[in-house]
């Protein structure tokens, strides 16, 4: 077998062309990553810019019906749990890169510019980072609201619980009632007289009901306190 010589010229120009077409993929992925840092440092612009009453124009028919919410409903929820829903620019917490790369996606599927980022989440959120769960949304107009992302741990089971009090004056007074009640009970027998009596009892639940309102009017006018229907969509700390 007689063996070719080797073309030095040939086997240069087939390296040169390999290598530049490898440079090209290299240049293109290059473009890629860096369009999508561009996007995303772009969203992350507008979740941090105010946000007026805007229709964000879906594709209907790529919407998760699941996913869509009216206002009611979202004031219904806050209002039970004690929660803001606010305009995205007032979280101070850290917004996951997973939301991001959906709004992305959303923005790419739908050919549209999403903006007017609402974030429903405990006040304290909207202050400080905490471990409750962020939901991000973005209007679809007529007072309907598209689910983006959520993020963080689930709200305590007993939380719908432990706000009750604040949802109204009545809920408040209740609740003042019935703390003084079991109150009472700590109080022990004969402190104020040798003999237990009905009126002895509720003389001191009257006595308890009064220190434990009064308590809960000074901590309420002093750290600016209001109830879940003045608080769900106020971006004030004391509205």
């Given at each position: 077998m007689i063996l070719q010589k080797t073309d030095i010229e040939a086997k240069l120009l087939r390296f040169k062309e390999k290598s530049n077409a490898e440079n090209k993929v290299l240049l293109e992925v290059k473009r890629i990553l860096q369009q999508d840092t561009e996007t995303e440092a772009d969203i992350e612009n507008r979740l941090l810019k105010s946000s007026r009453e805007i229709e964000n124009e879906f594709e209907f028919n790529l919407l998760e019906t699941t996913k869509i919410y009216h206002i009611e409903q979202i004031k219904k929820i806050c209002t039970d749990y004690r929660l803001r829903f606010l305009d995205s620019k007032y979280f101070k917490g850290k917004i996951p890169q997973a939301a991001v790369?959906?709004?992305?996606?959303?923005?790419?599927?739908?050919?549209?510019?999403?903006?007017?980022?609402?974030?429903?989440?405990?006040?304290?959120?909207?202050?400080?980072?905490?471990?409750?769960?962020?939901?991000?949304?973005a209007p679809i107009g007529n007072g309907y609201y598209y689910l983006i992302h959520k993020w963080g741990n689930d709200l305590h089971p007993l939380r719908k619980l432990l706000v009750w009090p604040f949802k109204g004056m009545v809920n408040l007074t209740v609740t003042t009632l019935i703390v003084s009640y079991f109150a009472t009970f700590l109080v022990p027998d004969g402190l104020f007289s040798k003999s237990d009596s009905n009126a002895q009892f509720w003389i001191l639940f009257f006595f308890m009901f009064k220190t434990i309102g009064a308590i809960v009017i000074y901590y309420g006018f002093a750290k600016g306190k209001n109830f879940n229907p003045a608080i769900w969509n106020s971006k004030y700390f004391n509205a």
């Open positions: 790369s959906k709004i992305k996606h959303l923005e790419k599927d739908h050919g549209i510019t999403l903006s007017g980022f609402k974030i429903m989440a405990p006040s304290k959120l909207f202050k400080l980072e905490d471990k409750d769960d962020p939901l991000l949304f």
